[in-house]
């Protein structure tokens, strides 16, 4: 892999001795690296199998080698993310700063990484609202934020200034700004050939234009986590200081990740505190609710949830915050609000698939279906499955006790009712 000389330059600047090191380490294969969801027992996945923990992460995992991911049922069942090991360290600084109830914002939030992860951490009580600007990266962000399950979370499709209309309503603002990808050059080859110094220029000067945007929708006394997967100074060290300097934060703590000196790629993470004012609130108005649906009978605790049209469907949505869910469904480009429950075929109730592989599925009240490997991988592949043995009607399949989603079961044939832009093509 041929490495720009200016960037070697900027590297030798910035880690004198260490360099050779560096180069040495950027010349290795790329790592691979999980998080498991806390929905699944990690003795359920076989390719934790010779993994080590991920130092700074609970849930993280080294693998030894890289599996076919896309041939793992629990995958696609959302038992666990494929993620960088160093983005992990995320759950440091949450521990370390954010407790309680928040209202917290992923800006730049595709493909999922830290919003899965931020849903894990966040109290179950608090609001995750989780952005991507780029309508196919959302829908990514939307299937991943789907299959983690959390009730508790927003997928929007929106511009970093549409947030403005939110007011200060955030407690934590998650910016993982899109960046030069220094830290990607050992996993994607195309970062390397489309690296510049002319495009660090240009990605620090967006990450600003970003940060300005947004910075109004933080609240005073409020925690910005901003990242890159990149290493050089006007993209990390330098913007934050900006941020400090022009936006009002007081800097709290700053990290690199690099290649010889970390079990995962390269990466940069800050916090900061908002020091500013607080800006305008915004007045939620009483949102407009639908009566439970049938398949409410599946939710545990349904009392906790309100239910709201969002698209063609019905989505649950807890109860304590059911304004503020249904003011961003109908301000924001939604893509999901809460965990969508059933959709309608004329006057039939159809269970939807994010209620199958949602946490607050009550497995024990929905009629279910046990399959093995061979099956699991037909059923993702959205062709023909046959369950002798199963109930008539809806069906929710699973494997090793995870649902996959769900079948109407006809007795002589099943109708698979996997989301067709979902399925495995392998």
């Known amino acids: ?54 130092p700074y992460c609970e849930t ?35 521990s370390k700063y954010v407790s309680g109830k928040v209202y917290a914002l992923d800006l730049c939030a595709a493909p999922g990484g830290k919003s899965t992860h931020l849903a894990q951490l966040l109290t179950p009580d608090s609001l995750l609202v989780c952005n991507e600007i780029m309508p196919q990266r959302a829908n990514v962000l939307n299937e991943n934020l789907t299959k983690w ?5 927003i997928v929007t499709n929106n511009k970093p200034s ?27 080859p195309k970062a390397v050939e489309d690296w510049s110094l002319k495009a660090v220029q240009m990605c620090a000067e967006r990450q600003r234009s970003i940060l300005e945007d947004v910075w109004d929708a933080l609240k005073e006394g409020g925690l910005l986590i901003y990242s890159t ?69 599946y939710i545990r605790n349904a009392d906790k949830f309100r239910f709201i049209k969002v698209g063609d469907g019905i989505s649950a949505v807890p109860s304590a915050d059911a304004d503020v869910y249904a003011w961003f469904a109908a301000n924001f480009r939604t893509l999901k609000c809460g965990t969508e429950v059933c959709t309608f075929k004329g006057r039939d109730e159809i269970p939807a698939h994010a209620l199958a592989l949602s946490k607050a599925i009550d497995t024990a009240a929905v009629q279910s279906c046990s399959v093995d490997s061979e099956q699991a991988l037909i059923y993702l592949r959205r062709e023909s499955i046959t369950l002798p043995n199963a109930p008539k009607g809806y069906v929710l399949i699973l494997y090793k006790g995870v649902p996959l989603g769900w079948v109407k079961n006809l007795g002589n044939r099943a109708n698979n009712l996997y989301p067709e832009y979902w399925r495995i093509r392998k």
Not at 149 to 153: E, R
Not at 164 to 188: I, N, Q, W
């Open 162 to 188: 549409d947030f403005g209309k939110a007011g200060s309503m955030f407690d934590l603002l998650v910016t993982d700004v899109p960046c030069s990808g220094e830290g990607m050059f050992r996993k994607e």
């Open 1 to 54: 892999m041929p490495i720009p000389n200016d960037f070697i330059l900027q590297m030798q600047q910035i880690l004198g001795d260490e360099y050779p090191e560096f180069e040495g380490a950027l010349r290795l294969p790329a790592t691979t690296s999980v998080r498991v969801n806390g929905k699944v027992e990690a003795s359920k996945l076989d390719i934790l199998k010779d993994a080590e923990l991920v």
């Open 229 to 297: 997967c990149t290493f050089n100074r006007s993209e990390d060290e330098d913007n934050v200081e900006w941020i400090a300097s022009n936006l009002g934060a007081e800097i709290l703590e700053q990290k690199h990740f690099y290649f010889h000196n970390t079990v995962g790629e390269g990466f940069y993470i800050a916090a900061l505190r908002k020091t500013s004012g607080s800006g305008r609130g915004v007045k939620i108005k009483p949102g407009r609710f639908e009566k439970a649906p049938a398949v409410s009978a």
């Open 60 to 94: 993280g995992y080294m693998l030894p080698q890289r599996p076919d991911f896309t041939l793992d049922p629990m995958l696609h069942a959302g038992a666990y993310y494929v993620q960088e090991a160093s983005s992990m360290y995320l759950e440091h600084i949450i």
């Open 149 to 153: 399950g959390n009730v508790n979370t």
